[in-house]
């Protein structure tokens, strides 16, 4: 072989193996509407925290913060007057709101909704895929300042 057909040989090889390596690392997943295991963009670990000198005033009050929905749902500044969830919903990452009078957490933008210890009331609405249950915070009050351990 010719040191000119030998290079050639080498160049056409080199794309092979470059452009398999590339097929590979372009073969992202689809969408599958499968929920996310962790939307929180927030590491286990981490807190949230609302002033409940002005926030949360009232039953039916929702605030978010780092990643956390916080909502009142009864009088008084006790832990279990409080919940807090993720704020964004496993689905595809819509807003999640409080709704006091339906007494459901609502996705804004499929509409998934879920009762206050996170299970799931009814799934996405008018597109595929499934959610999964809500992570439930445990929280605790100092001072004015609630706060949300995000596991
Ligand atoms: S993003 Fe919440 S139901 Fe789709």
Redesign the pocket.
């Known amino acids: 072989m010719e040191r000119d057909e030998f290079i050639k040989s080498l160049g056409f090889g080199l794309a092979l193996v470059c452009s398999g390596s590339c097929f590979q690392g372009c073969g992202g997943k689809g969408d599958t509407g499968t929920p996310e295991p962790n939307p929180n963009p927030n590491p286990g670990g981490s807190t949230a925290s609302v002033n409940l000198a002005s926030q949360l005033l009232a039953v039916g009050d929702q605030a978010t913060a780092n990643g956390v929905l916080f909502f009142r749902v009864a009088a008084g500044n006790t832990s279990s007057a409080f919940v807090a969830t993720e704020a964004l919903?496993p689905?595809?990452?819509?807003s999640l709101v409080w709704k006091q009078a339906l007494n459901k957490i609502q996705?804004q933008?499929?509409?998934?909704e879920y009762s206050t210890n996170g299970t799931v009331l009814q799934g996405?609405q008018n597109?595929t895929g499934n959610?999964r249950t809500l992570k439930i915070y445990a929280t605790a009050i100092s001072n004015n300042t609630l706060t949300a351990t995000i596991t």
Do not use: I, N
């Open positions: 919903c689905h595809q990452q819509g996705c933008l499929h509409f998934s996405p597109t959610t």
